[in-house]
Each structure stands twice: as C-alpha cells, then as structure tokens.
C-alpha cells in the first residue's frame, strides 16, 4: 500500500512540473490579474501561489 501513495505522489510531481512548464509563459498574465482586487484568492483556489508558481490542486 505504501508504495502504491508513492508512486501516486511521484506521478503527481510529474504533473505538477509539467504543469509549470506548460503554465510559464502565462506568468506575465497571471501577474496582471493578481492585481485585481479579489481575483488572487480565486487564482489560488485555481493552483497558483501569490508568488506565482503553480501548485498542486486537490481534486
């Protein structure tokens, strides 16, 4: 069972690093929209941090 959550949280490391790639060259834009009021909080919600790096989502 143990190494099932492992290889489960290893595909999803593999995820979260080619969502990143793929998310990249939106930064700029993400950046944009964070600066209006109430949309950080949904872009959070969405995956990405106030510093702009994409993160994990639970589904």
């Known amino acids: 069972m143990l190494s099932q959550v492992e290889s489960v949280e290893q ?3 593999q995820f979260d690093s080619q969502i990143e790639e793929y ?3 939106f930064n ?3 950046e ?3 600066t209006i009021p109430g949309v950080a ?3 959070e919600q969405l995956g990405y941090q106030v510093n ?3 993160v994990s ?3």
């Open 11 to 13: 595909v999803i490391k």
């Open 23 to 25: 998310c990249h060259p």
């Open 52 to 54: 702009l790096e994409p």
């Open 28 to 30: 700029q834009a993400v």
């Open 41 to 43: 909080r949904q872009l």
């Open 32 to 34: 944009l929209l964070d």
């Open 57 to 59: 989502v639970a589904s």
